[in-house]
């Protein structure tokens, strides 16, 4: 099995270094469809890491449909099954947008805040309620922020989407998040999606990210149910020179 690339060791999370490594393993078919996968035991032995951390990492595997597990213990998912595994490639966006921020190096964080003034009535609260807000950070390999996201969540994305839900007030900050299957979550939770974003050029090009005077694009998006009801508002300020916005999205 391949091992968790050490260049990432100070950036990335333990269980996400796990699961990358066992991701790429599945992927390449180092671990063979529908063949069993090591013990928790085996696999904390050989990532040095504890049982819980191992833990983490197949509970994402299990989420993204890449791996079951039965009383038996965890199996790849079977060949006959791969053609409904929704993969996160450059055809399938991962939130929380753009093609880097699905595997580059990235910092994340989970948050229970009041959002801006102006966004509280599109999001659902009322005047200073807090909700579910996602900060997340895009990183050159020399550490440098290419990418910066701010995400807030409204009422009824907290309550209909089991997987946002279950980051409660107090907890949501325990570990770095992975919310890059968010959309699938939506379309599991039966919402029929539309989005709708803006792209500008900042007047001031040297508060964002990059280099100061470089070259940047700031996205706001609004992502609705079949309701007309906001689920998500996020801001994306990225490098315009460093990381092109491409953006693919299927309700």
Same mark, same amino acid.
């Given at each position: 099995?391949?091992? %968790? @690339?050490?260049?990432?060791?100070? &950036?990335?999370?333990?269980?996400?270094?796990? &699961? &990358?490594?066992?991701?790429? @393993?599945?992927? @390449?078919?180092? =671990? &063979? %469809?529908? !063949?069993?996968?090591?013990?928790?035991r085996s696999l904390a032995h050989r990532y040095h890491v504890n049982r819980q951390t191992v833990r983490s990492a197949l509970q994402l595997l299990r989420e993204e449909q890449r791996v079951v597990t039965d009383r038996r213990g965890t199996f790849a998912v079977g060949a006959e099954q791969q053609a409904h595994v929704p993969l996160l490639t450059a055809r399938r966006q991962s939130f929380p947008g753009g093609a880097e921020a699905a595997d580059a190096l990235v910092r994340a964080a989970l948050g229970w805040e009041a959002p801006p003034a102006a966004l509280a009535g599109r999001l659902g609260l009322a005047p200073g309620e807090p909700t579910l807000v996602h900060r997340h950070v895009v990183l050159s390999p020399r550490g440098v922020?290419? #990418?910066? !996201?701010? !995400?807030?969540? !409204?009422?009824? /994305?907290? /309550?209909? =989407?089991? #997987?946002?839900?279950?980051y409660r007030r107090g907890k949501a900050a325990a570990q770095q998040p992975d919310l890059r299957l968010l959309y699938h979550w939506m379309h599991q939770a039966g919402l029929r999606l539309t989005r709708r974003e803006s792209i500008a050029v900042p007047a001031d090009p040297g508060t964002g990210v990059g280099a100061a005077g470089a070259a940047r694009l700031v996205v706001h998006r609004v992502v609705s149910d079949q309701h007309g009801h906001a689920l998500e508002i996020t801001d994306i300020d990225f490098a315009a020179q460093t990381a092109a916005w491409t953006y693919e999205f299927s309700a």
């Open positions: 099995m391949a091992e %968790p @690339d050490p260049e990432q060791v100070a &950036a990335v999370p333990l269980y996400l270094r796990v &699961a &990358a490594a066992l991701r790429d @393993d599945l992927t @390449d078919r180092r =671990i &063979a %469809p529908g !063949s069993r996968l090591p013990s928790e922020p290419l #990418q910066r !996201s701010v !995400s807030w969540f !409204s009422r009824p /994305a907290t /309550a209909e =989407i089991p #997987q946002l839900a279950r």
